[in-house]
Antibody, heavy 116, light 106 residues
């Protein structure tokens, strides 16, 4: 069974840093591209970042470019999102998702709240 | 950047009814268009990719069509479990933009 299990969310002050993790199981993680997608409270979906299977390509939404860093460890079957210089507008549920055509499997989501 | 719009933003429908949702891209995305369903408090679910290919396990009452800039998601006979919010997403450019969503309620 394909599973993506997320961890690392929480309450953080503006300007702070947080690292989200996404542990994969049930499939060959190393051959799949991955995405992070977020959803602010009561709002729609916003694509955040993409990483190719071998980490050769990484893309970011303009809203997070220069502040967020996507990475992966294929040996540990894990995806990460390092979030620095967090702002109130980064408050959202963050999802990791496997990329195949569309995003066919999603993590359970983790809430990040940026507030003083 | 490619902008995605959806219409309507919300609609009311009845069980057994036919629902059509439109998605428009600001430039041609050929058929790099995906559709998702999301229910409150849940992760999105992929329904259709490449504009018209049904994801495995998705009921055949869902269908997608279109190419270029104009796309359509159709639910042929709405079931109680279909009341949800639907999003389109382009995967043509490296910024995989979502549409704003269409809420389908009773």
């Amino acid at each position: 069974e394909v599973q993506l299990v997320q961890s690392g969310g929480g309450l953080i002050q503006p300007g702070g840093s947080l690292r989200l993790s996404c542990a994969a199981s049930g499939f060959t993680f190393s051959i799949y591209d991955m995405n992070w997608v977020r959803q602010a409270p009561g709002k729609g979906l916003e694509w955040v970042s993409y990483i190719s299977s071998s980490s050769t390509m990484m893309y970011y939404a303009d809203s997070v470019k220069g502040r967020f860093t996507i990475s992966r460890d294929n040996a540990k079957k894990s995806l990460y999102l390092q979030m620095d210089n967090l702002r109130a507008e980064d408050t959202a549920v963050y999802y990791c998702a496997r990329s195949l055509g569309g995003s066919d499997y999603w993590g359970q989501g983790t809430l990040v709240t940026v507030s003083s | 950047d490619i902008q995605m719009t959806q219409s309507p933003s919300s609609l009311s429908a009845s069980v057994g009814g036919r629902v059509t949702i439109t998605c428009r891209a600001s430039q041609s995305i050929t058929t790099y268009l995906n559709w998702y369903q999301q229910k409150p408090g849940k992760a999105p679910k992929l329904l259709i990719y490449a504009a018209s290919t049904l994801q495995s396990g998705v009921p055949s009452r869902f269908s997608g069509s279109g190419s270029g800039t104009d796309f359509t998601l159709t639910i042929s006979s709405l079931q109680p479990e279909d009341f949800a919010t639907y999003y389109c997403q382009q995967s043509y450019s490296t910024l995989f933009t979502f549409g704003p969503g269409t809420k389908v309620d009773l």
